[in-house]
Structures are given as structure tokens and as C-alpha cells.
């Protein structure tokens, strides 16, 4: 075994070369904030130094930045510092192929080669087998976790996780890997943490739903690589109680929110107590009372942003709200100066997050009409779209001037 420049023979440690390992994930799509370009001033050294920490056990977490978000929902956020969002690449990068061997294949969220697409391709799969291409009944039970992250149980939650790892992980740094999910999962970030933005943005989001109010031993921050990947694993369990006990074929959840289709109305009647039964009994969850959904496939269910129907998928309400408020947020900043690289950056990473999703559904003609009715002529001076309006691209001298299908000014109608 190649030992790292704190290695004892009889005391295990954490190989420097993994925490480099960690750093350069962590900073990938971070690398403009901040924290990160604060850290990146000597990081070498400053990576020395947190090793040290980590295999000597003096590694301790530091506070949080608290902040609202309003896209595409109201959302309490809490953003760790950059040094200890490198400990969570660490432990999740050991951790997380260990736990996709043991996840059933229809969890969705914070997995390679899944995601919200994969997911509502899924259901969509779901509806159009059990019911034989449309031409026999089916039932669709969706169902909502009410304050999920908010009513985590962290003693339950590194109970199983103490224990997974005692049965899974056999590496010589297990105990160290234990003591950071430990710190991970006990720390309270609401203590001493940095609150960015007014106390006023908090007026109206719910009390289940911010970490200041939650139950004492519960909760866990969402913005966390760590609260993603925990969380999938707290709901391990039930994945399982719905696959395997319940024996339920057609069954996928992201996050919170997942589905059940079956071709018998009653069978799923009958399976929701047992289901409301074991959420709150092992895991301290409640359903949603008002997102609770059980209707004939035909009637169409909403899932993860869109609407599926037979044969097809509609974006969801929502999501063209929001899409629309993006484009009028990136119009107005422009009224009055010329966009700074940060703001440039800004605007690619929101268009083109809408437009990465819409793109996979019959939305053609409304992200044409929405961009050409909506968004300010300026913006065609320095981005032009690729793949009809699928992407936003930078424009370049060099792209603009060798390439003359590229749109110079706005697209036309």
C-alpha cells in the first residue's frame, strides 16, 4: 500500500493524492465563486494542512452561507464552505459506488445517467406498459413527501449508514470515513451561520420547510452534495419495501416525489396505508395531503416539471413560468450596461438550463416564441443559439467570422 507523508504503519490515513482527487471535482463547476478562488491561492499547501486535520481527527467543520432561492420554487439553501464541500467529494467519492451496488434502478436523483429526464422517460415507459401501448386500464398513484429534507432522522440516518459501511467498506481508513459522516450529519449549520440576503426573503417559505424549524435531530442542508447522497440512501429502504415486500413493478421516485403506476385501482388504494404506515414509522416522513394523485392514465399526471399523457409530454406550467421570468430577468440586466463575463456566464447557465430540458419535449415552437417575443435584442450581439434553440453558444471572433450560419443578430421567425 503506498503510504502519503502522514502515513503511520499501525494508523490508516487518508492519501493526499485523494483529497487533489476531491478538490478538482469539487471545484469544477465552482470554480468561479469566491470560496473556490479564495482556496485556489496556494491550495496546494492549504490541502497538506486539511489532510493533516483529517487523519489526525482535528478537522472541523466551518459556518455556512444561509440563502433563499426563488427558481423554480421557493427553497431554503445552505452552501458549506469550499474547504468542507472538498470532504464531501471525499467521502461521497469512496461511499457513493458502494451505494449505487445496493440502489434499485428507478432512483433518479444524483446518479450518472439519470436525472429528471431519465426519470420522467421512465414513467412514461411505466404508463405506456401497463396499460399495453393504451389499450388496457391503469392507475397512476403519485405521491409528495411533505418537508423532506427537514424530517430526516440523523440518528437513523448514520445508524444504517454506520452500519453499511461496517458491512461494505473495507478499506483501512473506514473509521476515519465514519467519524467525517459523523461530523457530516450531526453538524448544525444553522449555528453561526452567514445569512446572505434579507431575513425577509424567509417570510414566505413554510416552516417545514427551512432547517430553522425543524425538529431537533432532524434536517439536512439542502445545497450538500452530502444531504443529496444521505438522503438517497435514507430512502434505500423503502425503494426496496415498495420493490421487493410490496412487489410493485412499475415504481420510480426522485428525491421526494415518486410514482406508482398498476393496472388495479383498488391494489394501489390498498397499498397506500401500508405506505403512509412505513414512511412515518422508519423514516419520519408524512405525505403531502395536497399532492396526494391517483387517477386513469388518460387523465394525464404531472412528474418532475412536465405533463405526461398518452403518447406525449407537455412542460409543465411552472416550468414555462419560470422559463419566462429567467428570460425577463436576463433582459432587464441589460437595459442599462453592457454584461461582464460573470453575467455572460450567468445568463448561459440559466437559458441553457431551461433549454436542456425543454428540448427533449414537443417544445420547439414555444422556446422559438418565447425567445424572439421576450428577450432583449442585445443578448444576439454576443450569443448566438446552436442546434435550432436547443443551446446557447458565446460568440467569438473566430466562430463568428468562419462560420456564417451562425446567427449574427436575432433568429428569424
Given at each position: ?18 483529497l487533489f482527487e476531491a478538490y478538482f471535482a469539487c471545484r469544477k463547476n465552482k470554480r ?63 461511499l457513493n459506488p458502494l451505494f449505487e451496488k445496493q440502489f434499485i434502478y428507478d432512483s ?11 426519470g420522467i422517460q421512465r414513467a412514461f415507459r411505466f404508463i405506456r406498459r401497463c396499460s ?282
Amino acid at each position: 500500500m503506498q503510504l502519503s507523508i502522514f502515513d503511520t504503519p499501525d494508523k490508516p490515513q487518508i492519501e493526499l493524492h485523494e483529497l487533489f482527487e476531491a478538490y478538482f471535482a469539487c471545484r469544477k463547476n465552482k470554480r468561479t465563486t469566491a470560496n473556490a478562488i479564495a482556496f485556489e491561492v496556494d491550495y496546494e499547501s492549504k490541502l497538506v494542512q486539511l489532510c493533516k486535520e483529517l487523519n489526525e481527527g482535528t478537522y472541523h467543520i466551518s459556518r455556512s452561507i444561509a440563502f433563499m432561492i426563488q427558481d423554480p420554487v421557493h427553497r431554503e439553501i445552505f452552501a458549506a464552505d469550499f474547504r468542507d464541500r472538498i470532504v464531501h467529494h471525499l467521502v461521497i467519492g469512496k461511499l457513493n459506488p458502494l451505494f449505487e451496488k445496493q440502489f434499485i434502478y428507478d432512483s433518479y436523483a444524483c446518479r450518472e445517467g439519470k436525472g429528471t429526464h431519465f426519470g420522467i422517460q421512465r414513467a412514461f415507459r411505466f404508463i405506456r406498459r401497463c396499460s399495453q401501448n393504451y389499450i388496457k386500464n391503469c392507475y397512476v398513484l403519485k405521491l409528495d413527501i411533505r418537508g423532506f429534507f427537514m424530517h430526516i432522522r440523523k440518528d437513523v440516518l448514520f445508524k444504517r449508514l454506520y452500519k453499511f459501511i461496517e458491512d461494505n467498506y473495507h478499506k483501512t481508513d473506514k473509521q476515519i470515513i465514519i467519524r467525517l459522516c459523523r461530523q457530516v450529519i450531526y453538524n448544525d449549520c444553522t449555528k453561526n451561520c452567514y445569512i446572505k440576503g434579507e431575513l425577509s426573503n424567509w417570510e414566505y417559505l413554510p416552516k417545514t420547510k427551512s432547517l430553522f424549524h425543524s425538529q431537533q435531530g432532524s434536517g439536512l442542508p439542502i445545497g450538500n452534495l452530502t444531504s443529496q447522497i444521505f438522503a438517497n440512501f435514507y430512502m434505500d429502504s423503502f425503494d426496496h419495501f415498495i420493490k421487493h415486500e410490496l412487489g410493485v413493478k412499475y415504481y420510480g421516485r426522485y428525491v421526494d416525489d415518486f410514482i406508482i403506476v398498476h393496472q388495479d385501482k383498488a391494489y394501489l388504494k390498498s397499498i397506500l396505508p401500508k405506505i403512509t404506515a412505513i414512511l412515518k414509522t422508519d423514516l419520519n416522513f408524512t405525505i403531502h395531503p395536497k399532492k396526494m394523485y391517483l387517477q386513469h392514465y388518460s387523465k394525464g399526471v404531472k412528474f418532475l416539471g412536465v405533463m405526461i399523457k398518452p403518447n406525449r409530454i407537455y412542460i409543465g406550467k411552472r416550468m414555462k413560468g419560470n422559463f419566462y421570468a429567467a428570460i425577463k430577468k436576463q433582459s432587464v440586466l441589460v437595459k442599462d450596461h453592457k454584461p461582464n463575463k460573470e453575467e455572460l456566464d450567468s445568463f448561459l447557465s440559466s437559458m441553457n438550463s431551461y433549454l436542456g430540458i425543454m428540448k427533449h419535449y414537443n417544445t420547439y415552437k414555444l422556446r422559438k416564441k418565447m425567445l424572439w417575443k421576450h428577450l432583449s435584442p442585445y443578448w444576439w450581439n454576443v450569443v448566438y443559439l446552436s442546434g435550432g434553440y436547443a443551446k446557447f453558444v458565446r460568440k467569438t471572433r473566430r466562430n463568428t467570422a468562419s462560420n456564417n450560419v451562425y446567427h449574427d443578430h436575432r433568429p428569424s421567425r
